[in-house]
């Protein structure tokens, strides 16, 4: 240490010197990111609700409970739906018996069209000459069994659960 006493411009250069080898005071990287993973937001009251009443509803103890809620809650609607299913049960036939006749309707044109465009164009003799026969009715057969078969092994492989081999393994993170 030194009686010398700094002029204004040493002293701005000693301060801004040792201001400078001060460590930085900002956040580092990954500081908002770990703020915020801290960070509990509030959630929607409706959203509590349903997260509660799905915990209280999955406990085993609750079974026999939700049971009888549920057999409750048929028997409530059957008391309020039948007497007016019952009310109404002409205007209900009505209105089936109305469809089945315009659908019984729809499918006989389809059928009728479809055979008229069989017949003009000689598909039902071709088919009738070609599978009538002793070997030629055989070998049909044969290839539909075999399709048939083809198709219920696709679709086995389709639907079957993965098994192990079949599973990949996802690295821990």
């Known amino acids: 240490m030194t009686d010398k006493q700094l002029d204004g411009g040493d002293l701005d250069a000693l301060v801004l010197r040792e201001l400078s080898c001060l460590r930085t005071l900002g956040p580092g990287r990954g500081f908002s990111d770990r ?5 509990r937001r509030p959630q929607p009251a409706p959203v509590v609700l349903l997260r509660r009443v799905g915990a209280w509803a999955i406990q085993p103890r609750r079974a026999v409970s939700l049971a009888a809620a549920y057999a409750v809650c048929v028997a409530v609607g059957l008391r309020l739906a039948v007497p007016w299913v019952a009310a109404h049960a002409p205007a209900f036939s009505f209105v089936t018996s109305w469809a089945a006749a315009q659908v019984s309707a729809l499918l006989d044109a389809a059928a009728l069209t479809i055979a008229s465009w ?4 000689g598909a039902a003799d071709a088919i009738h000459s070609a599978f009538t026969a002793g070997p030629r009715l055989w070998a049909a057969l044969a290839a539909l069994t075999i399709g048939y078969t083809a198709c219920g092994y ?20």
């Open 35 to 39: 703020v915020m993973a801290r960070v």
């Open 118 to 121: 069989v017949v003009e164009l």
């Open 154 to 173: 696709g679709l086995r492989v389709l639907l079957r659960a993965p098994r192990r081999k079949d599973v990949s393994l996802a690295s821990a993170l």
